[in-house]
C-alpha cells in the first residue's frame, strides 16, 4: 500500500526559499514520483517528477530553474527545494507517484500518469 506524507510548507515572500519534504512508503524502484500543485479556482498541474531509480527529472517551465526536485531511496523521501519563490508559486503542493511503472526518461509529468497522491501541504508566497 502506498503512502505519501507532505511536510514543510508555509509561507514566505518573494524571493524566499521553502523546502517541501515526502515521506514515501509502498512505491517501486520502477515508480516515478512527483510533485503537483493546485491553486484556488485551477487544475492541479505538475511541477516536477523523477524516476526512482535513474533519477531522472522533468520541470514544468514555469519553474525550471528555480525548484529541484531529490530523492533518497534509503530514506524514502522526495524533496522539492523551490528557490525564488513568486506570489504565483501559491498553491496546495501533493506528493504523487505512479502505479508501479513510468518511462526513464524523460519522466511523466501528466496528472493522469500518477495514481497514488498525498494530503497536500500549503505554500503561500506574498509579495
Known amino acids: 500500500q502506498v503512502q505519501l506524507v507532505e511536510s514543510g510548507g508555509g509561507s514566505v515572500q518573494a524571493g524566499g526559499s521553502l523546502r517541501l519534504s515526502c515521506a514515501a512508503s509502498?512505491?517501486?524502484?520502477?515508480?516515478?514520483m512527483g510533485w503537483f500543485r493546485q491553486a484556488p479556482g485551477q487544475e492541479r498541474e505538475g511541477v516536477a517528477t523523477?524516476?526512482?531509480?535513474?533519477?531522472?527529472?522533468s520541470y514544468a517551465d514555469s519553474v525550471r530553474g528555480r525548484f529541484t526536485i531529490s530523492r533518497d531511496n534509503v530514506k524514502n523521501m522526495v524533496y522539492l527545494q523551490m528557490n525564488s519563490l513568486k506570489p504565483e508559486d501559491t498553491a496546495v503542493y501533493y506528493c504523487?507517484?505512479?502505479?508501479?511503472?513510468?518511462?526513464?526518461?524523460?519522466?511523466?509529468?501528466?496528472?493522469?500518469?500518477?495514481?497514488?497522491w498525498g494530503q497536500g501541504t500549503q505554500v503561500t508566497v506574498s509579495s
Open positions: 509502498g512505491y517501486t524502484y520502477n515508480d516515478c
Open positions: 523523477i524516476h526512482a531509480a535513474i533519477g531522472s527529472s
Open positions: 504523487a507517484t505512479t502505479r508501479g511503472y513510468c518511462r526513464t526518461s524523460p519522466p511523466p509529468i501528466s496528472r493522469g500518469d500518477f495514481g497514488y
